[in-house]
């Protein structure tokens, strides 16, 4: 069964930073590209941060570009989002999702998120 | 930045009604459109995948069509359990629309 578990949220001041996990089980995790969803209380989906499978590329959106850093360790399965320079409109639901196989595909699997809140 | 818009924001159906979304895209994306539900509380659950194609496990009530710029999601039979928000996204970038929540009348 595929399983993907965040972790790592919580209470962080403005201009703080915090990081992220995301640990897979279930599948082979280093065959898969991986993403960073979020969704601000009460607002809708927001694409966050990419990476491949093998972590050579990585991409962003505009409103975290320069800000978070993406990141996997395939020997432990795991999937990363540092977030530095955290703001007021960071506070969010952020959920990690598989890309299904290929470019241009879709999420077929998504965890149960984990709440950031920025607030001093 | 590829921009997806839905409509309607908001719908109030009565069971066994039919309802119709649409997602609009600022650009053509050929098939590379999705459509996700999220029930309150939950994570998205995919729907359809590519404009059109059914998903197994996901209730044949659900259909999805078009290509280009212009996708509809129908749900042919509402049911209380539809009661949800219902998300495009594309798969060139990344985006997703901004949602269209289904109450139960």
């Known amino acids: 069964e595929v399983q993907l578990v965040e972790s790592g949220g919580g209470l962080v001041q403005p201009e703080g930073s915090l990081r992220l996990s995301c640990a897979a089980s279930g599948f082979s995790f280093s065959t898969y590209a991986m993403h960073w969803v979020r969704q601000a209380p009460g607002k809708g989906l927001e694409y966050v941060s990419a990476?491949?499978?093998?972590?050579?590329?990585?991409y962003y959106a505009n409103s975290v570009r320069g800000r978070f850093t993406i990141s996997r360790d395939n020997s432990k399965n795991t999937l990363y989002l540092q977030m530095d320079s955290l703001r007021a409109e960071d506070m969010a639901v952020y959920y990690c999702a598989r890309q299904y196989y290929g470019s241009g595909t879709y999420y077929d699997y998504w965890g149960q998120g984990t709440l950031v809140t920025v607030s001093s | 930045e590829i921009v997806l818009t839905q409509s309607p924001d908001f719908q109030s159906v009565t069971p066994k009604e039919k309802v119709t979304i649409t997602c609009r895209a600022s650009q053509s994306i050929g098939s590379s459109l999705h459509w996700y539900q999220q029930k309150p509380d939950q994570s998205p659950k995919l729907l359809i995948k590519?404009?059109?194609q059914s998903l197994s496990g996901v209730p044949s009530r659900f259909s999805g069509s078009g290509s280009g710029t212009d996708f509809t999601l129908t749900i042919n039979g509402l049911e209380a359990e539809d009661a949800a928000t219902y998300y495009c996204h594309q798969s060139s970038t990344w985006t997703f629309g901004q949602g269209t929540k289904v109450e139960i009348k």
């Open positions: 990476i491949s499978s093998n972590g050579g590329n990585t």
């Open positions: 590519y404009a059109s």
